[in-house]
């Protein structure tokens, strides 16, 4: 099951940032936070990853809560190839043996 | 970054045959796979974990007479879809990390998905 919450779909205009939210208040503190997105008909897509800190990568920008509990994955500037579903998902990070658990996800829909 | 292949990415089938679909990390090797099978409009569903020599771990509900994985080498894994019926229609995606560790809470890597449509 999903321990993850996340709004069904969320619009944003082109070339305007996106703050994708999530709710996770039963991560531990070995549990990473992970967001992956999958564009139509593919497979889902890697963005971006962390444990407390705040990250950033070419993709995206990861801001997690003090407490943990809660998460935004920031696109900087939305174009219309980040139309996608976006998911987020944590995942004990002490072994690779383990898969990601899928949620519903957040649609993301970029305007023009 | 790794790269997971999978092959065919779409396959109609007639009911009542069998269909293999085969996952390959191609510039990296994976003790252990996973498999996943998506319905329209709906999330990833995990159906097995396969583990190099030996047998997978099939999710509960998920009928591992009918689906049958074979994880033969580092680097391929295989789903056969027995019998297949309409039901089993669907877009299923295998995905890997990289061995020994996969680098804690490290990426996990899918293929483009096979599309499997059972007339």
């Known amino acids: 099951d999903a321990k993850t919450t996340q709004p069904n779909s969320m619009e944003s205009n082109e070339e305007e940032p996106v703050h994708l939210p999530c709710n996770h208040s039963t991560i531990s503190g070995t549990d990473y936070i992970h967001w992956y997105r999958q564009l139509p008909s593919q497979g889902p897509e890697y963005v971006i990853h962390g444990l407390t800190s705040n990250v950033n990568n070419r993709m995206a920008s990861l801001a997690i809560a003090e407490d943990r509990k809660s998460s935004t994955l920031i696109l900087h500037r939305a174009t219309l190839r980040d139309a996608a579903v976006y998911y987020c998902i944590f995942h004990w990070g002490n072994s690779g043996n383990t898969p990601l658990v899928f949620g519903k996800g957040t649609r993301l829909s970029v305007i023009a | 970054g790794a790269v997971v292949s999978q092959h065919p990415s779409r396959v109609i089938c007639k009911s009542g045959t069998s269909v293999k679909i085969e996952c390959r990390s191609l510039?990296?090797?994976?003790?252990?796979m996973f498999w996943y099978r998506q319905f329209p409009k709906q999330s990833l569903m995990l159906m097995a974990t396969s583990n190099e020599g030996s047998k997978a771990t099939y999710e509960q509900g998920v009928e591992k007479d009918k689906f049958l994985i074979n994880h033969a080498s580092l680097t391929l894994s295989t789903l056969t879809v027995t019998s297949a019926h309409p039901e089993d229609s669907s877009f299923y995606i295998c995905?890997?990390?990289?061995?020994?560790?996969?680098?804690?809470?490290?990426?996990?890597?899918f293929g483009p998905g096979t599309r499997l449509t059972v007339l």
């Open positions: 510039d990296f090797q994976a003790t252990t």
């Open positions: 995905s890997a990390r990289e061995s020994p560790s996969g680098g804690a809470g490290g990426e996990q890597f």
